[in-house]
């Protein structure tokens, strides 16, 4: 029997070694490494995608002048779903490969099910190494929707898979999930750093050589990474992200890399007995169990990637029971809160030593946009003084230490989702008035410089 060739690799980050070590020098994990077979050398295995044309009759790539290359926009497939388009740039690149991971019970497999059976005009493959024939259809069944040419199929081994791929021809091809598959030129566990690594680099040759575009879903690590080497985010054309609390309704699809679109977009979802809703208009969702007569409670223009949303901020401010005040936020940085709370105190004279504060993104969000600041600060003067604010109120701007008032980026299209929601007053910096058209809006600005006066506007 031939010697067979081995490597160890670390599971965490996919550095390899010629020994086993006990810590990873790449990303510093212990007892990470693990002995796996990366040749036969004694086996042919037939079956692995092979490329059309025969070896030896390409041509040899030159050089060309950058001038001289003919560029042709890319035709793009309909997903027949908004969101997905707008975070895939608008629409499947032929020849793509989509890397599609979040956490278990997200909805990841719900929205590429959806997918699937929503191109009534192309052949599409589903194929599943997690669940059943049996369990596929009874989530099709609860979707409520048909596709006479969708086709599914239960199989690991990259082989037989490659196999019905030459036989069904397909348009489009959804893989769920890149850890269950494994290929017979590697001698390893699937899920492991060189099959997922070996199946990867079959399927993007598939998809380049034939055009049709190929949608992965991958696992995630207890940190939210991806899971498997991190070759495998650079292999694929693009990264997204599937995000929310399993315990609230609101999904978010987030672009971590793109290259045929911007990385700034992001579609959100609502999960439903009958799949994921798309939400267009998402402000109106999360706005539409305020109560305007309640103190605590602040409207903020924020934006998430290109996308503008009115969020509402939720405090709670109370004398502190124990020892030390408590500060805990939900869906915004606790740190950034500590930072406000300072500049509350020491810039306006509050006095919240004593007083345990929590906040609160109402609608299960987790936003860090700096804009939210001036929001932020309002709801726990708000709390603190059990004063209300102006429900036609909302607000977009950075606090600094100092307590001024920081302009913020895109606050034209702040403004226009506050005026389409109906808010009648902005406060803002007074640095972004200067070059802005305050006229062109049906609501009125309140330009502020410093944290005080924004302070004196709403509560007198």
């Not at 001038?67 to 042709?72: L, V």
């Not at 049996?134 to 199929?153: D, F, S, T, V």
Request: net charge negative; with cysteine.
């Amino acid at each position: 029997m031939a010697k067979l060739k081995t490597l160890y690799f670390c599971q965490n980050c996919g550095a390899q070694s010629a020994k086993w070590i006990g810590r990873c020098p790449s990303c510093g994990e212990w007892n990470t490494y693990v002995e796996e077979v990366i040749q036969k050398e004694d086996t042919k295995v037939a079956g692995a995608w092979k490329a059309s044309t025969t070896v030896g009759t390409t041509k040899a790539a030159k050089p060309r002048v950058i001038s001289e290359i003919h560029f042709e926009e890319e035709s793009r497939f309909d997903t027949n779903d908004g969101e997905l388009n707008r975070v895939l740039g608008g629409g499947l690149v032929p020849g793509s490969l989509v890397l599609i991971g979040g956490e278990p019970g997200i909805g990841k497999s719900t929205l590429m099910l959806q997918i699937a059976m929503s191109l009534t005009q192309m052949k599409v493959l589903y194929i599943s190494g997690e669940e059943s024939e049996q369990q596929i259809k009874m989530r099709a069944e609860r979707l409520g929707e048909q596709h006479p040419n969708c086709y599914i199929l239960t199989e690991t081994n990259t082989q037989n898979i490659f196999k019905q791929i030459d036989a069904l021809q397909p348009n489009v091809v959804i893989v769920d999930s890149i850890q269950t598959l494994h290929s017979g030129l590697v001698e390893a566990g699937a899920g492991s750093v060189s099959q997922v690594r070996e199946c990867t680099t079959e399927l993007l040759k598939y998809a380049k050589e034939t055009s049709v575009p190929v949608l992965l879903i991958g696992h995630i690590t207890k940190d939210g990474s991806i899971a498997g080497p991190k070759i495998l985010e650079h292999m694929v054309d693009t990264v997204l992200q599937f995000e929310g609390d399993r315990h609230l309704s609101y999904r978010i699809l987030r672009t971590i890399k793109n290259r045929f679109g911007s990385t700034s977009e992001l579609g959100i979802y609502e999960m439903q007995g009958t799949g994921l809703r798309q939400v267009s208009n998402p402000s109106e969702i999360l706005l539409s169990q305020r109560s305007e007569s309640l103190s605590g409670m602040a409207i903020g223009a924020t934006l998430e990637g290109n996308r503008p949303l009115l969020v509402e901020v939720q405090a709670l401010v109370t004398p502190a029971t124990y020892g030390t005040p408590q500060r805990s936020s939900t869906g915004f940085d606790t740190k950034r809160l500590q930072m406000l709370l300072a500049v509350l105190e020491k810039r306006s004279g509050l006095r919240l030593g004593q007083h345990d504060v929590f906040l609160n993104i109402a609608g299960g969000l987790r936003l860090d946009d700096p804009a939210l600041d001036l929001a932020v600060c309002a709801a726990v003067v708000s709390s603190l003084n059990d004063v209300a604010i102006r429900g036609e109120v909302c607000l977009a701007a950075e606090v600094g230490l100092s307590g001024e008032i920081r302009a913020v980026s895109r606050l034209d299209q702040r403004l226009s989702e506050a005026e389409k929601l109906g808010f009648a007053e902005m406060y803002i910096s007074q640095f972004n008035a200067r070059g802005l058209d305050l006229a062109r809006y049906g609501i009125r600005v309140q330009p502020a410089g410093r944290l005080d006066e924004v302070l004196e506007g709403l509560f007198g």
